[in-house]
């Protein structure tokens, strides 16, 4: 649980690095992706939709999970990635919820198709979980003024772990600025703008920028 | 000014703040990495750099190397083959100068591995260290850097029972890594910018190792560098440049490798490839020495595009340098090339000489596109595939090691 709370208490930095994990899980065809991930460790359903932003992946990929680009690179089944690629994992509550709406467009699928497509033994999906390692890096702030300066300055691991691991710590929408801010009262308009952002859909690094653009131009209409 | 600052005009700033946030759990941490070659190859290279920016980060950190008769170099290069899925017999007195000689090595590495809070064992090489340090007190990993994907059985059978004490091991894909009853860690292997395969060279550079080639730099040259190897198919290779050389007269193809003395597959394939050849003035066979890293880094920048049409392939790290120097990439749609390789964004992934041929003539048609590749290539390889990466990973997972199996690990300064 991360610190950085209201009631006036320093905003903590911190930040973390993603450490991926095999779990030996693999499928060669449909029906065996629908299985596992019924069962899958839940870290390995965050991996495969969160993952790609702190791990090696190409920014700008055709779908924003692994589950609809091996449904389009590797089953060849356009119908499947585009259903698949519309899940936005931020309309979630938790990941039993995420789970449970992959299994369903599976299973939709499979309903759909006489002969679910193989793929060659060296084109199987596997499936990676992840291991989150967090640390406080000694940067803190007392004034939420101090804020746009330093977004502005964190590494893409203190953008994650505030942004897109917090969503895994408060109820929908919320991330550690907004909590952080909430705390102080007064600056409603900047948390509803930052929860306006999608993290889905851009990278860590321009995550930044429009936190930096929201929390600059936000202060500067507050403190007026 | 540390090492470790030279990477921060390639990386940035911030990734070098992370890495030392990353490093301060593990200040005075003592970690040996074995493996079993001090110069040449992959691991070596990787290693020669970095041990000394995990010391610079406060980490006691040492490199050992064992060593062997010839018996054991024997076994251990018939392992690398029957564990990348080519069946080569080996004897049981092969098998006997394997173990037998990783237990004198932790003989004369006793006190080292019997102190270190961490042991990064590399390869199969030292895998059986562990079964001769019974009184070790840390954490041992073993990395392999090899493609285990479908190995020889009875071999993985015999040298899994090794690796199966480990408290973790590390693989480069998941693709490659087997069962194992521990965690498996997944860290894809880097390229040093700063090493004199990758270091940045002046226009004077290139043109001289293409004058040493007899390669002409006013006309269009692809390039592969390569071992002579039927999976790296350098006949594949001759034939899109012949498919190609049709619609751009001019065309140049390189063949660089590796020397084959040690090799004896690799001789005879290079005596075809030169036969499939046939004096083609311009196609040049290059035998370089293993340590040529000059000189291939030369003819990688030197080049207009780089071509891998592997037809299984590792990791394929002659991508990697291929991408860092801002060259579109044609490669095998294969192993870790996919991974590198994004269709239409650094590259193209083809999977036949006809299909190389067409990528060749499109991206000497649309030299704008070329570029735009070459960029988007070189950014992806700075984000994901440079060393700074890879020791943020090792670092990483080392923390959680420390801290437990957990799913989230919390560290407080």
């Known amino acids: ?224 | 000014m540390k090492l470790i600052d030279d990477y921060a005009p390639i990386v940035g700033e911030d990734v070098i703040h992370h890495i030392r946030e990353i490093s301060a759990p593990l200040r005075g941490l003592k970690v040996v990495h074995v493996n079993s070659t001090k110069i040449g190859g992959g691991v070596a290279e990787i290693l020669d750099r970095i041990v000394p920016l995990m010391m610079e980060l406060g980490i006691e950190a040492r490199w050992e190397v064992i060593k062997g008769e010839e018996k054991f170099y024997e076994c251990t290069k018939s392992f690398h083959n029957v564990l990348q899925g080519k069946y080569v017999p080996i004897s049981d007195l092969l098998l006997r100068a394997y173990e037998l000689t990783n237990q004198e090595n932790a003989e004369a590495l006793r006190s080292v591995l019997e102190e270190a809070d961490m042991v990064f064992v590399h390869d199969p090489q030292p895998l059986p260290l562990l079964k001769w340090t019974p009184k070790r007190r840390g954490k041992w990993l073993w990395r392999c850097h090899i493609d285990l994907s479908h190995p020889y059985r009875p071999i993985w059978k015999y040298l899994r029972e090794f690796a199966t004490g480990y408290d973790a091991s590390i693989f480069s894909l998941a693709d490659f890594a087997q069962p194992l009853p521990h965690t498996q860690y997944l860290v894809p292997p880097s390229i040093d910018p700063l090493s004199d395969k990758n270091i940045e060279l002046t226009p004077r550079d290139i043109r001289e190792t293409q004058d040493q080639f007899d390669i002409d730099p006013d006309r269009p040259i692809i390039l592969q560098v390569s071992r002579f190897d039927r999976f790296k198919d350098p006949i594949g290779v001759i034939r899109a440049f012949r498919l190609a050389k049709r619609f751009s007269p001019g065309l140049q193809l390189v063949l660089a490798g590796g020397g084959a003395s040690d090799d004896p597959e690799g001789g005879i394939v290079l005596k075809e490839v030169r036969e499939e050849a046939n004096n083609d003035p311009d196609i040049r066979i290059l035998v370089l020495p293993p340590d040529a890293h000059r000189s291939i880094n030369a003819l990688q920048r030197g080049a207009n595009f780089i071509i891998q049409k592997s037809i299984k392939e590792g990791f394929g790290l002659t991508v990697t340098e291929g991408l860092w120097k801002a060259k579109p990439v044609i490669g095998g749609d294969t192993g870790g090339i996919r991974l590198q390789i994004i269709d239409h964004h650094t590259g193209f992934l083809v999977s036949t000489p006809e299909g190389a041929a067409l990528r060749i003539r499109y991206l000497l048609r649309q030299p704008g596109k070329a570029q735009e590749m070459a960029l988007k290539g070189k950014e992806f390889v700075r984000q994901n595939f440079l060393i700074t990466r890879h020791l943020r990973e090792y670092l990483s997972l080392m923390v959680a090691l420390l801290h437990g199996d957990e799913d989230r690990v919390e560290f407080q300064m």
């Open chain 1, 1 to 224: 649980m991360n610190s950085t709370n209201g009631d006036s208490l320093p905003f903590l930095v911190r930040d973390c690095s993603l450490v991926a994990i095999s779990t030996g899980k693999r499928a060669q065809n449909l029906r065996e992706l629908r299985d596992h991930v019924l069962n899958i460790h839940e870290g390995s359903i965050y991996y495969h939709f969160w993952g790609g932003l702190l791990q090696p992946h190409f920014d700008d990929p055709q779908f924003n999970n692994d589950f609809a680009n091996w449904s389009h690179y590797r089953l060849h089944d356009n119908i499947l990635a585009e259903r698949l690629a519309v899940i936005d994992p931020t309309d979630f509550d938790d990941l039993e919820s995420l789970r449970r709406e992959l299994v369903e467009i599976l299973e939709q699928r499979l309903e759909e198709l006489e002969r679910p497509a193989w793929v060659p033994t060296d084109c199987q999906f596997h499936f990676v979980r992840s291991q989150i390692v967090v640390f406080d890096t000694g940067w803190r702030i007392e004034k939420p003024e101090h804020l746009p300066d330093l977004v502005g300055k964190m590494s893409v691991g203190s953008i994650f772990y505030h942004v897109i691991d917090a969503r895994r710590r408060y109820p929908k929408g919320a991330d550690d600025f907004q909590v952080w801010l909430r705390g102080f009262g007064g600056f409603e308009r900047i948390c509803e703008k930052l929860a306006s952002i999608d993290p889905y859909f851009v990278t860590l690094v321009e995550l930044r920028r429009k936190l930096s653009t929201i929390l600059r131009m936000g202060f500067r209409e507050a403190l007026k």
